[in-house]
């Protein structure tokens, strides 16, 4: 991947299961989608286990058109992930798909977490020594043995330290809103938020918590993409995921995408104020001034790193339009 990537160009992630979806090349090709997006095949639940084999060689197939047709045109690249099941999965696919490295961005890891994290993170590292790839990993905190209170702190603490490894290669830190909530036999309807599940939302906080300093955190998946209020419900939770340190969404239909892109441009107020404090004047005696608006305070010392957040969102997803 020669592109220079951070967290926040992920965004919007489409989930497409590896060995369906046979029109996804001319689907890309002819710029269907809302954009910008990523694109992450999935090798993992949305296959079953017999037919693995079958569907790595289909996506090899879909790699190979994708690699050619952008070789023949000028087309809107996503960045593209491949969701592997396991650390020796992933180890033999970096590797057979090294001559796709020009457009497969990288890796997502699933269940990813204490009991499997040393191994993925030394498959990581002999990928890299053995064919000298500059590929981009996705860890998903989505295992069912976070739930344990008595050493989801200490273990969280244990994987944060383990990835420092790797950080060069973390792109983004994900978390799996539907596998938690099946650990507790919950699902959300379409309007209600994840934050409204409270023992997942306690997860949640406590991934932003652990992760959220060094990396940027996704938010988690919204199943709705049709019927009544699915829209609305999808505004409402990205809304919250962004009050709680959450940056993207993992999608699994392409009219979400522009749901999502929209909600993550910035507003003018925040941008303007952004500016200001990112372009502070360093000999100034005060730290503190009113707003653009001159309807809040902006402290330098207070605001940096959510001004610095705005600008990065500015940058990939624009800003609002002002009221008419």
Known sequence: MSRKVNGYDVGALLYCPANAHSGIVDALKNERYPRPFSLA???????REDAVEAAEQELYRTLERIDAAR????????????????????????????????ILTGFILPKFFVENCGEYIKTVQDVR?????????????????????????SDLAQVKERLEEISDQILNIRVGGNDLSHAFGLRR???????????????????????????????????????????????????MDLLCGFIGKTVIHPNQIPVVNECLKVSPADYQD??????????????VLSSAESTRMNEYNTHFHWADRIIQLARVYGIKAEPA
């Not at 087309?75 to 020009?102: H, K, V």
């Not at 938020?193 to 988690?220: H, M, N, Q």
Request: hydrophobic share 40%; proline share 5%.
């Open 41 to 47: 095949f999935c090798l993992e639940d949305t296959v």
């Open 71 to 102: 070789k023949e045109r000028e087309f809107y690249l996503p960045l593209i992930f491949i969701r592997i099941r396991s650390p020796r999965q992933l180890r033999r696919l970096a590797s057979a798909f090294y001559g796709f490295s020009e």
């Open 129 to 153: 020594a053995d064919t000298g790839s500059d590929y981009y990993y996705m860890p998903i905190f989505e295992s069912a043995s976070m739930i344990d209170l008595c050493r989801r702190y």
């Open 189 to 239: 309807h379409v309007n209600n938020t994840i934050y409204e599940l409270r023992p997942v939302a306690d997860l949640l906080t406590d991934i932003v918590t652990t992760f959220a300093g060094r990396y940027v955190v996704s938010g988690p998946v919204w199943e709705y993409y049709a019927g009544s209020g699915w829209e609305s419900g999808l505004q409402k939770e990205i809304e």
């Open 274 to 287: 952004a500016c200001r404090i990112l372009n502070w004047d360093s000999a100034s005696p005060r730290l």
